[in-house]
């Protein structure tokens, strides 16, 4: 083996053997938690019975049985300090230990290394903003970061391992908990969205006079306020509250709350205690001059009651209303972790465990059978060189998940799409280099000088066609969130995968085999002359007036074009036992729902996608259940989106389809001429509308990870053209003979075995995406297969003749005269 050679095979083992290191384990086993716990080293006999208890109470074999939630039970339960044990390869590195911290550190010792996002493990994500117009003093940046701190401690009650709370700007929170059940799920929404905004004020005393004759004084508010009358009956009236809190007193004043019981009644309520400052508000607010008024106890602005004051207060407190033990418990834990200011929720999504054990399932399957057409098809047509590439292919996707480990990026739906699709796309950087030395050999070159030339001249198409691509999937992964943003890592590293395994292991294992099996296999592309420019201009025209059409449809849809993520509302998957026709449905909650049936896990079982407006989703759910009992109507999904987040997600979308235009403009300039990146921009822009027309002629609704789909046609789109271009700017620097447009046209043939080749290879991947990938990607999936179709049309009828319509036939003075080679892959050196 030759040193170079040598150098390759040892730094490709380290990059493996580290990928291996990075991954393993790969999943999460149940039970390794509480054994990691068992093997604190000095144990002692209250650590055994937690132990003990903590086995009892988890079942492995249950899915929505909460390991972590169970531990950290039977831990507080008994009072044990966790600290006081030892535990192995536990540092904390300057933080302050406690019972969680202790449980999470082993939690992390124990779990999979590849992390799945909420649309995957199940879970509820929260988007929540802070009431900026309640704080005093412009306090927003302290009271943002207090509201994280009492979220934290409120999410500990439920027992999740990983929660993820950060604030996001000036006034917004994201809360992310995976791994919750449909039980959590309802649990943790009530501890966030009760804000426990206590507030304590004043009612008029002549409120029932002024709220009969329809007056409301300055500095009062009215609020709604539910009682009981001697008969013990509830009835609801409205009261007035004075708005200023001239006396001081807040709810982060309390310092114990709990739940109690009426001794007369036995009617639920709670008690709390204030610190000395909260104390001496109170006494204010209760002095002698108030003695006779009703005093208003206001919880996230509802009135929870309004008793009369008997006599001054200066250290205890209790609220009554109407509200059962459990809503007493919750409203207490509230209360022991108040906010400064009350929280909307602007954007909520939850997914039961067994939907996102599904998607695994379906993403799983559709990867699969991707893996296996491309192999085939790749073993089929390339031989021996298909094998190489197969063998890359995998070494490609064992890369690719090792980074997605080290960098902690969680696996989501759409992160699947990007391995499905990095699997066609991976091919394309092996195709062009097998497409080279075939025409080297063809033209009469030995088996050595063959695959020398034939890697050195693809390298510089693969680079600038990469590099394109990746400015797409580098805009995806910085400025996009959530799911979108999980595509764009995923695609950024397997681009980055590809070029390495092309370029590099697939050249080593040539050399190994003494150039074995290079060119063979089948032909079924001999470089046809055929006139490209000469039918262009039909091939424009026919094109535009699709988008015309397309497009055009979609502006007439209007609102129904867009979905929850553009124009706010909710939106609820259900799962059924008998399908109802979607008339008698939207009868039930409104002719303005959106209803629609959707396939999931590759065709195998439907489910209900019920679109209404913001903040309807719980009573439309209510209302199905209700009306269908026999449909067994059960929700799996939730995405509820305000309308100020639909349009951040708007303008978030179209400045990143901007950004990537600009950027690719100005590397096509650079690298060729200024007609050359018009040409390429326009292209893009016409992929883009015909690929959205396409959509929209078949009843597609935009989303969030349908614009990453578009943003990932436009990596596409500009990796079809940017060969094409690479072989033309070639052909111009050889001088060969012939006008611009016979120029073109040779350029075009050489390069459209590739085209076809490699736009075949992902379209059996995003293929397989769309068949098996289930419901939920199924849009996702559907606009990439139309891009990819697009984008290898426009490549050989758009852009080249928007090039040469832009020269007016002549040959243009290229830009950058730099050829980019591949010297160090000669083998050549000792």
Not at 139 to 145: E, P, Q, S, W
Not at 226 to 240: H, I, N, P, Y
Not at 505 to 528: A, K
């Amino acid at each position: 083996m030759k040193r170079n050679n040598l150098a390759r095979f040892l730094l490709l083992l380290l990059i493996l053997g580290w990928a291996w290191t990075e991954m393993y384990p790969l999943w999460n086993q149940p039970g390794k938690l509480i054994e990691q716990f068992g093997k604190a080293t000095n144990k002692d006999a209250d650590f055994d019975k937690v132990l003990q208890a903590a086995n009892a109470n988890f079942d492995a074999d249950d899915k929505n049985s909460n390991e972590f939630g169970t531990l950290y039970e039977a831990v507080e339960a008994s009072g044990l300090v966790l600290t006081n044990y030892n535990f192995p390869k536990m540092t904390f590195r300057g933080q302050v230990p406690d019972n969680r911290l202790v449980l999470q550190k082993l939690q992390k010792q124990v779990a999979g290394q590849i992390q799945l996002g909420l649309d995957l493990r199940g879970g509820s994500s929260f988007l929540v903003a802070i009431d900026t117009n309640k704080l005093e003093n412009a306090a927003g940046g302290g009271a943002l970061a207090q509201a994280v701190e009492v979220l934290r401690r409120r999410v500990d009650t439920i027992g999740v391992a990983e929660p993820d709370i950060r604030p996001l700007g000036a006034n917004k929170i994201m809360i992310q908990l995976p791994g919750l059940s449909e039980a959590d799920q309802a649990k943790a929404k009530k501890l966030v969205t009760e804000a426990a905004f206590l507030e304590f004020a004043l009612v008029h005393q002549n409120s029932d006079r002024l709220i009969a004759d329809e007056i409301t004084p300055d500095g009062y508010k009215k609020y709604a306020y539910t009682s009981k009358d001697a008969q013990g009956d509830k009835f609801t009236r409205d009261v007035l509250v004075e708005i200023e809190n001239e006396y001081g007193l807040k709810g982060e004043h309390i310092t114990s709350a709990y739940p109690s019981r009426d001794p007369l009644t036995q009617s639920p309520m709670i008690l709390f205690g204030f610190n000395s400052e909260g104390a001496s508000a109170m006494g204010r607010l209760t002095q002698q001059e108030n003695i006779g008024k009703q005093m208003a106890i206001i919880l996230d602005g509802k009135l929870l009651s309004a008793p009369v004051l008997q006599d001054r207060i200066t250290s205890n407190g209790q609220i009554t209303g109407d509200f059962t033990s459990e809503e007493a418990a919750t409203i207490a834990n509230a209360l022991l972790n108040p906010l400064k200011a009350p929280l909307t929720i602007e954007e909520e999504m939850s997914v039961e465990p067994s939907l996102g054990e599904d998607s695994v399932n379906s993403g799983f399957n559709a990867a699969l059978y991707g893996v296996i057409a491309v192999a085939v098809f790749m073993l089929l047509y390339y031989w021996f060189s298909g094998l190489v590439a197969n063998f890359a292919l995998v070494l490609n996707l064992f890369i690719l998940i090792g980074v997605m480990c080290y960098l902690d990026a969680a696996l989501t739906l759409p992160g699947i799409a990007g391995i499905v699709l990095t699997i066609g796309m991976a091919i394309d950087a092996n195709v062009l280099i097998f497409e080279r030395i075939r025409e080297e050999l063809k033209a009469g070159k030995g088996t050595q000088g063959a695959v020398e030339t034939g890697y050195s001249k693809a390298f510089g198409t693969i680079i600038d066609a990469n590099l394109t691509t990746l400015i797409v999937s580098v805009i995806l992964m910085t400025m996009g969130t959530g799911p979108v943003k999980g595509f764009g890592v995923t695609l950024t590293v397997g681009i980055c995968a590809s070029m390495f395994t092309a370029l590099v292991v697939t050249r080593l294992i040539f050399d190994l085999f003494r150039n074995f099996g290079t060119g063979q296999g089948l032909r079924l592309l001999e470089q046809p002359k055929l006139n490209f420019m000469g039918v262009a201009k039909y091939a424009f025209v026919a094109s535009w007036i699709l988008v015309a059409i397309g497009i055009g449809y979609g502006i007439n849809k209007g609102s129904d074009a867009m979905g929850v993520d553009f124009k706010g509302g909710d939106q609820i998957t259900l799962e059924f036992t008998a399908k109802k026709t979607t008339g008698e449905l939207r009868a039930a909650i409104g002719q303005d729902s959106q209803i629609q049936y959707q396939a999931a896990s590759g065709g195998k079982t439907e489910r209900l996608q019920v679109t209404v407006g913001f903040g309807k989703g719980e009573q439309a759910y209510k209302t199905l259940t209700e009306k269908f009992a026999d449909a067994e109507f059960k929700k799996v999904s939730q995405l509820r989106t305000g309308p100020s987040i639909s349009n951040e997600i708007l303008q978030s979308a179209s400045k990143s389809l901007l950004i990537a235009l600009f950027a690719i403009l100005v590397y096509v300039t650079f690298r060729y001429e200024f007609s050359f990146a018009l040409g390429a921009i326009l292209a893009i822009i016409h992929d883009v509308l015909m690929t959205l027309g396409i959509f929209f002629i078949f009843e597609g609704q935009l989303s969030a990870p349908v614009m990453a789909a578009v943003l990932t046609i436009i990596g596409f789109s500009i990796n079809d053209t940017i060969v094409i271009f690479d072989r033309i700017r070639e052909d111009l620097k050889l001088n060969l003979p012939g006008t611009f447009t016979e120029i073109m046209n040779g350029a075009i043939s050489k390069t459209l075995s590739r085209t076809i080749i490699t736009s075949g290879t992902t379209l059996l991947a995003t293929g397989s995406l769309f068949l098996f990938g289930g419901g939920a990607i199924n849009a996702f999936a559907f606009v990439l297969l139309a891009g990819v179709v697009t984008g290898t049309f426009s490549s050989i009828f758009i852009a080249g003749s928007l090039v040469l319509w832009k020269n007016k036939g002549e040959k243009p003075k290229l830009a950058d005269e730099t050829v980019i080679t591949q010297h160090s892959i000669s083998t050549s050196e000792a």
